[in-house]
């Protein structure tokens, strides 16, 4: 039946444009030229206004009929089941089952009818739905076809419309920042002030604890294993292998930027460019696959020919891979920076005699030091929120240690691994995955809000 | 809408009118009176008033920044652009204010076309470029009609010899001249009383130049030009009168003889004379 | 410079000195940290390159084998009473036939008999479970052939397909002398003529010097690091390794090859023998495949596989009968094009990434059908008609933001927002899609404003001129100007939305899924997720699957990416 409604209302909103479009013509017998607006201006504000009474129907009328026809099941169950919320769900399953005809087997009595007054019910609503909305597309087309004449500014109400869409989709935008927000804050603060929630910590044990265990969390008869949800672990974490990978990053993204930039003949740098723009769309779950298969056992190896004991999930190859991810970035914002130094102030070091690398370091880089430092906040914010590198390739385990050979686990690694598979959302284990994400966010969100008005800054100075 | 049946039937009658322009008593097609115009802070134009006459050639002279080009784009309203400008006082065409808020500015625009200092064709066809302004207000019912409104208008631009046999080429491979000539013929295919010229041959070189102005001088039969230039033997060359701008005030209107032999202002002595500009 | 010159002896000027040494050194020092700098940049390139070409090739080697599979073609007699006693002929039966019997006869057949129970164990279990798939194809499409004997491909398992692909792993010598075995079959010793498996001993012995070294190693390293805790593995270990350097020392003693030295297989007579016991002149050992005669033969040769037992899923009875089959040319190897027409699987010779490439191309159309749009709408919005105020300033910001926020938090907010709040279905496109078109609505918004303010204004000034309203001009000028480039942000977008992972983890589309979907709310995964669910099976075969499913993938990347490239090359106006 929803089915049939949307048909029908992709069906008339041609149909509606046709009519209109054609009366256009006919009141101003075949010449448009008489019109205010064109015909067809005055075929798709008809269309318009036909198709948004419609669509307002379908969408209030259709989740309605849902519950209401879901009310008289309830209604139509024996009482003592309608009265026992838990068994209630569980009947109410069955009986959706029956009414689309998936059950198997007989159902009892009392659910059978249950079953049959929600088709009933939902049959009936969903033809009145239809009725209605036909009538009222009927009244809107009526209203808005009369008023077609010569005069009538067709084009200037459409486009009022057009421009109303226009700004609905920019503020999507922002109703994704607010729908960000709203998630990780909400539950944020479920975890830790819902007098609900067992086992859910202060905001100081969070902030500084030094363990963290969100596992027992879920068995509370396990009294051995203490719940703790010490954060100090996943932050040293996530820094060691953010310091790593821009330890890598940082100098071989930074000098390939200034000899692009500097340097390199236009041929190399045509060259050498899709390079890095390739190394900059390989998937992460690509460069997780190599973390863990390549060069976390080619790291294991070198280090035990030395004698040393590396873990198989050890930082420094996760690291390195992430710092592998993030050159192409640091380097293609260091060229834009370097490249955005006036000529004249590199003119004005080679007047004195300087060669081209004191140039470089005592000029340029000096003046686009801004640029650049901004571009390194930047490719950090990348490293902190970076997942399936540190997924795969990193470990479990929060330790608390700064040995690049050891396992740690980071922010990203603790979110995903609470919140894959089935999660309730009445558990603190998995309410620390939205405090891990308001973090991350929060974290990310100030290095990029930084970084910006560095950059902006940087751009006002030399424009 | 009877004010663009207007536009027509002045366009269709004005042949016969147009012969006696200097003779008969002037028809008045443009009025602006107490024409103030600010972009945020900044005010551009003070106590502008002037009466431009119809089928007459109008230039408006004046040193960089007067305002010449301000008050020009406020005969179609293109100022409305800009969010900063404001605009007071009362410009009338034919006796209507313009920026009364009944008045659609788009069949305002249609009435009053304009040609840019830079040639600015669309990036289509050159064919497409002369139909677009027709097609938006359904002037022609059929393609044979639209195929005759480029026709005529590209004649009326003296580019259909040119062009006549690759409409379908893009209108931006034609040579400068060419470019701005199509231009004009975009904005003469909709017919509108009143084409503003805003610095048209300055892109240009001198025999390219020369084209236009002679077909300015042409489309003086049907339309009404205001034409804003830098240069004054342009103005003297195009113009029946001419008004000087300076400081964002006017300073002298006149026919353009007078203006250009016997100024009444000072400073308008002083810039034909070359002392600024 | 002042200081210098008064610190100098008075008759010196303070001039520019550039003939001294000192100034001559001094230029050479700066010419030579001139070059180093020069240096530094171009290794930092060569270092990145090579970065990635070593990405590239460890994935290509590791993921090339994928493309190919190997089965057996054998004449496979399908009786009317294994398939159909009946005598019924329709799909219901033929699917519902039990051919494993039919199968087994037909290996039984292809190999010299008899191999006792464990023998023919083993022999079907060299068949992957989905070997009987092809014929079952066949007598679907073709029921009259119940009854008559069909040449057919009968897919091979993993590990069996593993071996066949490895290169090198076997080395064969052929022998010197005479050897004579004692019995056809079960327990073989055999006698040589002189010391005829003196090399083989003496490369045995050489392996164990080696394990030796690195149970020492390993000691050392516990030694160093464990301290008392681990002094009795330490001990342990160094005893091993001490008797086994006693042996090895021992040129002419006798050997037990045990699971964790390689294995030695003599071939002889027509049969395999697996060596258990072995000196320079003799061997005791089992025979894999039954000998012809229990005669002396001098054409023998001595099969050397150097993996150890203990380290390969493989026996060496499976590696007997499958070397065999391939000398009688029953092995085929062929295109794998299983991989692309089937879902996931636990086994990983029936697995493929056709489910995961349907889920994509749902979740991907999801993903353009709602960011397109919504992106170019609202970047015409911004760039055209939003009043210039504090509001827009914030969204402008907003959206600049929005384009470096984690991956993952959008997928907690899928996770909020989508499942919870508006209870979407999990794993489903509908919902990735959702989720992705989020991630990349900032790239299209912003490259599609770069693409909008790169049109000329005098564009959109001449259609305003000739009284085109601004709604209009925007739409028949200014953005068909601006669609190459509205379009080169919508490709790079969506490739970084195919190479999404994490959000999609965070919404469920991690799930175990065998079917392939048929609709946007159908339970499914993509493909970056399939790399990701395969990487983390144990099963060497999944890793090749993974490193083809990523190939796959970077096909794809390849494929939009150079599309970009073109546009913007191609459509690349200066104006």
């Known amino acids: ?463 | 809408m009877p004010e663009a049946l207007s536009i027509r039937t002045a366009a269709e009658s004005s042949p016969a009118a147009a012969t006696a322009a200097t003779a008969a008593p002037r028809e008045i097609k443009v009025t602006a009176r107490d024409v103030n115009v600010s972009y945020g802070e900044k005010q551009a134009l003070f106590d502008v008033d002037v009466d431009i006459a119809a089928r007459s050639v109008m230039a408006f002279i004046g040193p960089s920044g007067c305002g010449k080009s301000t008050f020009l784009r406020c005969i179609n309203r293109m100022n409305d652009t800009i969010p900063i400008c404001r605009v007071t006082g009362r410009i009338e065409v034919d006796g209507r204010d313009i920026y009364d808020p009944e008045i659609d500015v788009v069949q305002l625009r249609a009435r009053v076309g304009m040609v840019f200092q830079k040639p600015n064709p669309f990036p289509k066809s050159i064919y497409e470029n002369v139909a677009y302004g027709p097609r938006l207000h359904g002037m022609a019912t059929n393609k044979a009609e639209l195929d005759a409104i480029v026709e005529e208008s590209l004649r009326r631009a003296s580019l259909w010899k040119e062009v006549s046999d690759r409409l379908e080429q893009p209108g931006t491979g034609l040579s400068g001249g060419q470019q701005q000539r199509l231009c004009i013929a975009r904005a003469i295919a909709v017919s509108p009383e009143i084409i503003l010229m805003d610095e048209p041959c300055s892109a240009l070189d001198p025999i390219a130049t020369a084209r236009i102005e002679e077909l300015i001088d042409e489309l003086t039969e049907n339309f009404t030009i205001i034409i804003v230039t830098h240069s004054m033997q342009q103005a003297a060359r195009v113009s029946q009168r001419t008004a000087f701008f300076h400081l964002g005030r006017l300073i002298e209107e006149g026919p353009t003889e007078q203006i250009f032999s016997n100024p009444k202002d000072r400073r308008t002595q002083d810039y034909i004379t070359g002392r600024f500009g | 410079m002042t200081d210098l010159a008064v610190s100098r002896p008075v008759t010196a000027k303070p001039a520019l000195d550039v003939s001294s040494d000192a100034a001559k050194a001094r230029i050479r020092a700066r010419y030579r940290a001139e070059r180093r700098f020069r240096f530094y940049g171009i290794a930092a390139l060569v270092v990145t390159t090579l970065f990635l070409a070593m990405l590239l090739v460890d994935i290509v080697s590791k993921g090339l084998p994928v493309f190919k599979a190997h089965s057996l073609v054998l004449d496979v007699a399908v009786t009317q009473d294994a398939i159909d006693p009946a005598g019924k002929r329709d799909a219901a039966t033929i699917r519902a036939a039990d051919l494993a019997p039919v199968m087994r006869d037909a290996l039984k057949s292809a190999v010299p008999g008899p191999l006792g129970r464990l023998g023919d164990r083993t022999l079907v279990r060299l068949l992957s479970i989905g070997a009987a798939d092809d014929l079952v194809a066949d007598l679907l499409r073709n029921p009259a052939l119940i009854g008559s004997t069909i040449r057919t491909r009968l897919l091979l398992s993993d590990d069996a397909d593993i071996y066949l692909k490895a290169k090198g792993a076997v080395t064969s010598r052929r022998g010197d002398g005479t050897i004579t075995p004692d019995a056809k079959s079960g327990a073989v010793a055999i006698a040589a003529s002189g010391p005829a498996f003196a090399v083989d001993l003496a490369r045995i012995k050489a392996v164990m010097v080696e394990r030796a070294r690195v149970l020492e190693t390993e000691a050392a390293r516990l030694d160093r690091s464990g301290g008392a805790a681990v002094s009795d593995k330490v001990a342990d270990l160094r005893r091993e390794a001490a008797e086994l350097l006693g042996r090895a020392r021992d040129p002419a003693g006798e050997e037990t090859l045990d699971t964790r030295l390689p294995s030695l297989l003599l071939s002889i007579n027509g049969g395999l023998v697996k060596v258990e016991k072995l000196k320079a002149d003799s061997a005791v050992g089992t025979a894999l495949l039954p000998l012809s005669a229990a005669s002396a033969s001098s054409d023998w040769s001595v099969v050397t596989y150097a993996t150890p037992a203990g380290d390969r899923k493989i026996t060496d009875l499976e590696i007997a009968l499958l070397e065999h089959l391939r000398a009688t040319g029953k092995v085929e190897a062929h295109f794998n094009t299983r991989f692309f027409t089937s879902g996931d699987s636990r086994e990983p010779e029936l697995a493929g990434i056709r489910g995961a490439l349907s889920g994509t191309a749902w979740t991907m159309l999801v993903t353009l059908v709602l960011c397109v749009p919504i992106g170019v709408l609202a970047a015409i919005y911004l760039e055209e008609f939003a009043p210039k105020n504090r509001w827009t300033d914030i969204v402008e910001v907003n959206i600049n933001n929005l384009a470096a926020v984690p991956s993952i938090v959008f997928g907690l907010l899928g996770l909020a927002v989508f499942l919870n709040f508006f209870d979407l279905p999990r794993s489903a496109p509908l919902v990735g899609g959702l989720v992705l078109a989020l991630l990349v609505l900032p790239t299209i918004i912003i490259a599609s404003r770069a693409a909008l303010k790169s049109v000329p204004p005098s564009i959109k000034e001449a259609a305003l001129g000739v009284g085109a309203s601004h709604q209009q001009a925007v739409f028949h000028h200014v953005l068909p100007s601006a669609v190459p480039g509205i379009m080169t942000g919508t490709i790079i977008g969506m490739a970084h939305a195919l190479g999404e992972t994490a959000p999609l983890l965070l919404i469920g589309m991690v799930a175990f899924i065998v079917d392939v979907p048929q609709a946007i709310t159908d339970a499914s995964t993509v493909l970056p997720v399939q790399v990701y669910l395969w990487s983390d099976l144990p099963e060497p075969a999944f890793q090749e699957k993974t490193a083809g499913a990523i190939i796959v993938m970077l096909m794809f990347l390849f494929v939009m990416n150079a599309a970009a490239i073109m546009l913007r090359r191609r459509f690349e106006r200066r104006w």
């Open chain 1, 1 to 463: 039946m929803t089915t049939l409604y949307f048909v029908i209302m992709v069906a008339l909103v041609p149909v509606a444009f046709w009519a209109a479009r054609r009366r256009a013509f006919a009141v101003v017998e075949g010449r448009p030229g008489v019109l205010h607006s064109l015909p067809t201006y005055h075929g798709l504000l008809v269309a318009v206004i036909v198709f948004i009474p419609m669509l307002v129907v379908f969408a209030l009328g259709t989740p309605a009929v849902g519950r209401l026809a879901e009310a008289r099941a309830v209604a139509a169950l024996p009482s003592d089941v309608a009265a026992d919320l838990l068994r209630r769900s569980a009947v109410m399953r069955e009986v959706a089952n029956v009414a689309s005809g998936n059950h198997a087997g007989d159902p009892a009595p009392g659910i059978r009818a249950a079953a049959d007054s929600l088709v009933a019910t939902r049959d009936a609503g969903h033809l009145a739905v239809l009725v209605l909305g036909l009538a009222v597309a009927a009244a809107a087309f009526a209203f808005a076809y009369r008023r077609i004449a010569p005069a009538f500014r067709a084009r200037n109400h459409f486009e009022r419309f057009v421009r109303v869409v226009l700004m609905a989709c920019a503020a999507i935008a922002i109703l994704t920042t607010i729908g960000i927000v709203f998630s990780v804050v909400f539950e944020t603060y479920r975890f830790f002030f819902d007098p609900a929630l067992k086992g859910r910590p202060t905001v100081s044990e969070f902030l500084f604890g030094t363990e963290w265990n969100p596992q027992a969390a879920m068995r509370a008869d396990q009294g051995d294993i203490r719940t703790a949800f010490g954060f100090v672990p996943l932050l040293t974490g996530t820094l060691l292998i953010t310091a790593i990978a821009i330890a890598v990053a940082g100098p071989l993204g930074l000098f390939s930027a200034i000899y692009l930039a500097e340097y390199a003949s236009p041929r190399l740098r045509a060259s050498v460019k899709p390079i890095l723009e390739i190394l900059a769309g390989i998937p992460t779950v690509v460069l997780g696959f190599f973390a863990a298969l390549t060069v976390a056992p080619l790291i294991r190896g070198w280090g035990e020919s030395f004698g040393l004991d590396v873990s198989s999930e050890s930082a420094l190859a996760a690291g390195l891979v992430m710092g592998m991810m993030i050159i192409p970035f640091i380097s293609s914002l260091s060229d834009d920076v370097i490249n955005a130094v006036p000529q004249s102030l590199r003119d004005g070091a080679y007047a004195l005699g300087s060669t081209k690398s004191e140039t470089i370091r005592r000029v340029v880089l000096p003046a686009a030091l801004p640029g650049i430092v901004s571009a390194f906040m930047l490719a950090v914010s990348r490293a902190v929120g970076e997942t399936m590198i540190v997924v795969m390739a990193a470990g479990l385990a929060a330790k608390l240690t700064f040995n690049p050979l050891d396992a740690v686990t980071t922010i990203t690694v603790q979110i995903k691994t609470i919140l894959v598979g089935d999660q309730e959302f009445d558990s603190a284990k998995t309410l620390a995955a939205f405090a891990l994400g308001f973090v991350l966010f929060f974290v990310t969100l100030m290095l990029n809000v930084i970084a910006l008005q560095i950059v902006r800054r940087y751009r006002e100075q030399y424009d």
